[in-house]
Antibody, heavy 122, light 109 residues
């Protein structure tokens, strides 16, 4: 069965950095695009970043562009999100999510991890 | 930027009744529209994609319709496990961005 397990969340001061990881299993990781989506406490869902199945293309929400970097290691079945210059408004649960279709760069997300909480506070 | 607007914000429904949720896009997204269900403390779950195709394992009481800018999620007979927040999402534009609506909370009447 498909499993996505996020890790790396925690408390960080404004301006600090954090790297999130998402360990994938139960599917051919190297064949699917992957996403990060976040949800601020009590708020709705916000797409953050996408990486193509082979890592060749990456896209970001305007709110994180230039501060966050998505990457993947297909040999380790792991997705990453490097977050720099963190702000209070980046406080959220961060989910990794898998594309529904193989090797498609535009589609819905069929599996989600349980999320990891990032709190930006002094 | 495509903006997704859901209505109502909260829907109060009795078990066994029909629930109708709406989602409007600020410009056409064709049929590139998905619906997700989220329960407290859980990750979202994909219900519908392509505006009307049920995802694997989703009960037939969930149905989606619409195209262009107007979409509807219908739950034909609400079960206790259906009380949750529902989000629509577009995945149409290029370069790719994925935009969610603000959500509709379906609560017990």
């Amino acid at each position: 069965q498909v499993q996505l397990v996020e890790s790396g969340g925690g408390v960080v001061q404004p301006g600090g950095s954090l790297r999130l990881s998402c360990a994938a299993s139960g599917f051919t990781f190297s064949s699917y695009g992957m996403h990060w989506v976040r949800q601020a406490p009590g708020k709705g869902l916000e797409w953050v970043a996408f990486i193509r199945y082979d890592g060749s293309n990456k896209y970001y929400a305007d709110s994180v562009k230039g501060r966050f970097t998505i990457s993947r290691d297909n040999s380790k079945n792991t997705l990453y999100l490097q977050m720099n210059s963190l702000r209070a408004e980046d406080t959220a649960v961060y989910y990794c999510a898998k594309d529904l279709a193989v090797a498609v760069s535009l589609g819905p997300f069929d599996y989600w991890g349980q999320g990891t909480l990032v709190t930006v506070s002094s | 930027e495509i903006v997704m607007t859901q209505s109502p914000a909260t829907l109060s429904v009795s078990p066994g009744e029909r629930a109708t949720l709406s989602c409007r896009a600020s410009q056409s997204v064709s049929s590139n529209l998905a619906w997700y269900q989220q329960k407290p403390g859980q990750a979202p779950r994909l219900l519908i994609y392509g505006a009307s195709t049920r995802a694997t394992g989703i009960p037939a009481r969930f149905s989606g319709s619409g195209s262009g800018t107007e979409f509807t999620l219908t739950i034909s007979s609400l079960q206790s496990e259906d009380f949750a927040v529902y989000y629509c999402q577009q995945y149409n534009n290029w370069p790719p961005t994925w935009t969610f609506g603000q959500g509709t909370k379906v609560e017990i009447k």
